[in-house]
């Protein structure tokens, strides 16, 4: 399990004796579940794809779907910082701390054959972060970085909020979970956390900053955004 928060201090790299670097490409699978999967079906299913791609040859894979209402806690999730307990609570072997997901909220679960892209983890993250930079701003929203902050922010009205999230694990090379992009999910159930530990901003969305795009126009933009950017990491 890999600490989103030790990412940016040092390079870390996956051990090339996992299997050959040299993995023939192939094209990434796309996979959109139109109704709300749930989130222990969801880890099974990713794990026993990692396994597929590991072991059998399968093609890597980017699942875009929503869950129903839940939190989760990564592996640095402090118990003080589950305000509430008003949803299901899921642990979770991720990166980083509590997280809400929620209908209006679109997840991306990326399986990526890691080591067969050089190993960088934190080139890894960089490039989810790029993802999801690029995506929002084909609707014209500025999403940035922070130093020592996990995740996408934007900065309006005098105060920075987080509107993407990332955390992500690796097994046997291979990339699972991902990101989150708030579309239009029910802020106020942030209210039940200290979303990843930060108690000093808040949470928004596109349609909260007036974007009142669709999630079918969001799926098209993060497609055609991934592309181009893990194409040129699998070279």
Same mark, same amino acid.
């Given at each position: #399990? @890999?600490?989103?928060?030790?990412?940016?201090?040092?390079? /870390?790299?996956? &051990?090339?004796?996992?299997?050959? $670097?040299?993995?023939?490409?192939?094209? @990434?699978?796309?996979?959109?579940?139109?109704? &709300?999967?749930?989130?222990?079906?969801?880890?099974?299913? #990713?794990?026993?794809?990692?396994?597929?791609?590991?072991?059998?040859?399968? &093609?890597?894979?980017?699942?875009?779907?929503?869950?129903?209402?839940?939190?989760?806690?990564?592996?640095?999730?402090?118990? *003080?910082?589950?305000?509430?307990?008003?949803?299901?609570?899921?642990?979770?072997?991720?990166?980083?701390?509590?997280? /809400?997901?929620? &209908?209006?909220?679109?997840?991306?679960?990326?399986?990526?054959?890691?080591?067969?892209?050089?190993? +960088?983890?934190?080139? /890894?993250?960089?490039?989810?972060?790029?993802?999801?930079?690029?995506?929002? $701003? +084909?609707?014209?929203?500025?999403?940035?970085? =922070?130093?020592? =902050?996990?995740?996408?922010?934007?900065?309006?009205?005098? =105060?920075?909020?987080?509107?993407?999230?990332?955390?992500?694990?690796?097994?046997?090379?291979?990339?699972?979970?991902?990101?989150?992009?708030?579309?239009?999910?029910?802020?106020?159930? /942030?209210?039940?956390?200290?979303?990843?530990?930060? *108690?000093?901003?808040?949470?928004? *969305?596109?349609?909260?900053?007036?974007?009142?795009? *669709?999630?079918?126009?969001? +799926?098209?933009?993060?497609?055609?955004?991934?592309?181009? @950017?893990?194409?040129?990491?699998? =070279?």
């Amino acid at each position: #399990m @890999i600490d989103l928060a030790a990412v940016g201090a040092a390079e /870390y790299q996956i &051990p090339m004796s996992i299997a050959s $670097a040299t993995r023939p490409a192939a094209a @990434i699978e796309w996979r959109l579940d139109p109704a &709300p999967v749930g989130y222990e079906a969801a880890v099974a299913a #990713m794990e026993a794809r990692l396994h597929a791609i590991r072991h059998a040859g399968a &093609p890597e894979l980017v699942w875009l779907l929503e869950h129903p209402p839940l939190f989760t806690a990564g592996t640095s999730a402090q118990e *003080s910082d589950l305000v509430a307990a008003i949803l299901p609570v899921h642990r979770t072997g991720r990166g980083g701390q509590w997280t /809400y997901h929620g &209908p209006g909220q679109r997840v991306g679960y990326v399986m990526l054959d890691l080591t067969a892209r050089g190993g +960088d983890l934190r080139a /890894y993250v960089r490039n989810l972060e790029e993802w999801l930079i690029r995506t929002l $701003a +084909d609707f014209g929203v500025r999403g940035e970085r =922070r130093a020592g =902050r996990i995740g996408i922010w934007v900065a309006a009205g005098g =105060r920075e909020d987080k509107i993407a999230a990332i955390g992500v694990r690796i097994r046997q090379g291979v990339t699972y979970h991902g990101v989150s992009l708030n579309l239009n999910p029910d802020l106020t159930h /942030y209210r039940g956390i200290v979303p990843c530990g930060i *108690s000093e901003h808040g949470v928004t *969305s596109l349609h909260a900053l007036g974007i009142a795009t *669709s999630m079918a126009e969001l +799926d098209g933009a993060l497609r055609a955004n991934f592309e181009p @950017i893990f194409a040129a990491s699998a =070279r």
